[in-house]
């Protein structure tokens, strides 16, 4: 018998068979239904499309992973202007290389070779390299590390500027920063992951001395940037490094441009700020 039986004596014998709380458990079912669900975190292999290159060294046709920049959403950026993204590592698909002959660069610098760049390529990569297949559906980090070593072997062997080989270095050190956070999710004792910022250093190291340099003998806009996004990225290294003299002297270069937007000019306080703190220990 229910709690409610006798009610036809009251004359509500219909109402015998209701629940104290099904309306209220109904509702809390509905309330949880109508809650929309969280969309699907979307998968690198989504993010990045095959495209069509023609190769300015062997005339080699092929196609390359490269992200669709339309598609990743940006969820933020390091101090040095790495950006970060959601469900994909941005850095490991901006080298192109040719399988063919293996040259390999940036993407933005991957049309621009001269005759003898070409020739020089041919004599000492294509002739010796052995080139490891990609089959996957997206680059690993161990395969767009190994592209990135192709692209500094090439920058060397055709004697780029300083910018050039500055920029590959600083894209290689975010690249090896990703693989490390990847593992460090996975197992923060991993014993890579020391290994890998022992290796970042040594890019970093090597992208500020070829910043500096080109700073001094080249003309801007200096790897797409302008003068004061390099000057702002010069200063970020340069606290890495712990000259504060040069640091300071950038990013008042910054703070007193009047091309510089609102947000480069409050990073810029903030680095400020940094070297203040710095300087005090």
């Given amino acids: ?91 490991k698909y901006d080298v192109v290389m040719c399988p063919v002959c293996a ?68 894209r290689n050190a975010w690249l090896l920063r990703g693989y490390a956070e990847s593992l460090k999710e996975e197992n923060p004792e991993d014993a890579r992951i020391a290994e890998l910022k022992d290796q970042e250093e040594e890019l970093l190291s090597n992208a500020y001395k070829g910043f500096k340099d080109a700073r001094q003998s080249e003309s801007f806009p200096i790897c797409g940037m302008n003068t004061v996004t390099f000057d702002y990225l010069l200063a970020v290294l340069a606290v890495h490094f712990k000259e504060y003299d040069m640091a300071g002297r950038l990013v008042g270069a910054v703070l007193m441009s009047s091309g510089a937007n609102a947000r480069i000019k409050d990073r810029a306080r903030e680095l400020k700020n940094q070297i203040a703190q710095e300087m005090k220990k």
Avoid: W
């Avoid at 699907?40 to 669709?68: G, H, W």
């Fill in 1 to 91: 018998m229910g709690i409610f039986s006798g009610l036809k004596n009251l004359g509500l014998g219909n109402l015998e068979g209701l629940n104290l709380f099904e309306d209220t458990q109904k509702e809390t079912v509905k309330r949880a239904a109508s809650v929309p669900a969280e969309p699907p975190k979307p998968q690198e292999k989504d993010l990045i499309y095959d495209r069509s290159f023609s190769c300015p060294v062997c005339d080699s046709s092929f196609t390359a992973k490269i992200m669709k920049s339309n598609k990743a959403r940006l969820i933020g950026t390091d101090p040095d202007l790495r950006a970060r993204y959601e469900g994909i590592d941005a850095v």
């Fill in 103 to 170: 040259y390999a660069a940036l993407i933005r610098f991957f049309p621009n070779v001269t005759t003898n760049q070409a020739k020089l390529i041919k004599e000492k990569i294509s002739q010796v390299v052995r080139l490891t297949p990609y089959n996957g559906e997206i680059y690993s980090y161990e395969e767009a590390i190994e592209r990135y070593k192709l692209a500094l072997v090439c920058a060397l062997v055709k004697h780029s500027k300083s910018s050039e080989k500055a920029y590959l270095c600083l």
